[in-house]
């Protein structure tokens, strides 16, 4: 294959074994995700944003209104049997601003301009979108961060890396330990103009969670893919259901949370539908204990 680099297709998840959706394992062969050896996520999506601010002037269209617990997915992350990742709406009852948006608590989404009120440096934040990859970015003060786009570490004000998205505090759906804050802004400035083969991550938000928690598995390559699966994905799809994925590395992992969130919850759920027991419909249908005890 020499020095060239092809992007692998995305396999539906009725050609990849993965865990049984009861959460029982059974002893059928390996339970495992897809290998994104050779994929990158941000760029073609970012670029088409790009396209679009040049043709309207520079500016970047109005986001359509967004609703994080209704596109986002619900996930946990395992290493083994340590939860190292999790988005939860589950307890989080902070009422929601309607101007703000996005589910309240701590996964309450802000304007950018908002947003910049509740940054801090070292703050790692989360631009978010209907059908675009989220966008991680690190915030290093002065109304700037640093991030990883288009294939290059960049400095940029914090409201032109939003791209007109709305975003969040990201700094605690990692379970990482975080470095001090002086040492991840200096993480995140001392790769600044680092592009194409000099990179070492595969998108931003491994960038972006390299610089606070310091950890090599956020890197390309950072852990050798032999062996059993050690990482486990955990998607949540009600009350008392989720479908597990197994993966060799956490980076191949992040990849395909990543493109869960790009495709948003609804479409998750349909193709892990051959995979579940009960239809997602069955959420909206009324208790028939219910209904007996009505009657």
């Known amino acids: 294959m020499g020095n060239q680099v092809e992007k692998l297709t995305h396999l539906s998840y009725k050609e990849v074994p993965t865990a049984d959706p009861t959460g029982m394992d059974r002893d059928e062969g390996p339970r495992i995700g897809v290998s994104y050896i050779f994929s990158n996520d941000d760029d073609e999506m970012e670029q088409q944003q790009d396209s679009v601010a040049q043709n309207t002037g520079g500016e970047y269209p109005t986001p359509q209104p967004y609703d994080s617990r209704l596109h986002e997915v619900e996930c946990s992350v395992y290493y083994r049997d340590e939860c190292i990742y999790q988005k939860s709406f589950t307890g989080d009852d902070t009422p929601t601003d309607e101007r703000d948006g996005g589910g309240g608590g701590h996964l309450t989404t802000y304007t950018p301009e908002n947003l910049l009120n509740r940054c801090k440096p070292g703050d790692l934040v989360e631009f978010v979108c209907q059908a675009q990859y989220p966008h991680w970015a690190v915030y290093v003060g002065d109304f700037q961060v640093v991030h990883l786009h288009r294939l290059e570490v960049v400095n940029s004000f914090l409201t032109d890396a939003s791209q007109g998205r709305r975003g969040r505090i990201a700094s605690y759906l990692y379970r990482y330990k975080p470095l001090s804050p002086a040492t991840v802004v200096r993480n995140a400035l001392e790769q600044v103009g680092c592009k194409d083969r000099e990179l070492s991550w595969r998108n931003s938000e491994c960038f972006a969670a390299w610089c606070r928690y310091g950890k090599r598995e956020f890197k390309i390559g950072g852990e050798l893919r032999i062996g059993k699966q050690p990482y486990r994905l955990q998607i949540r799809l ?53 209904q007996t005890a009505a009657e």
């Not at 759920?269 to 419909?281: F, V």
């Open 238 to 290: 009600g009350d008392k259901r989720s479908h597990t994925l197994e993966f060799q590395s956490l980076e191949d992992l992040i990849m395909e949370k990543r493109r869960n969130d790009q495709i948003g919850r609804a479409a998750v759920i349909q193709e892990l539908s051959s995979h579940l027991q009960a239809a997602e419909e069955e959420e909206e249908e009324e208790d028939p204990g219910a």
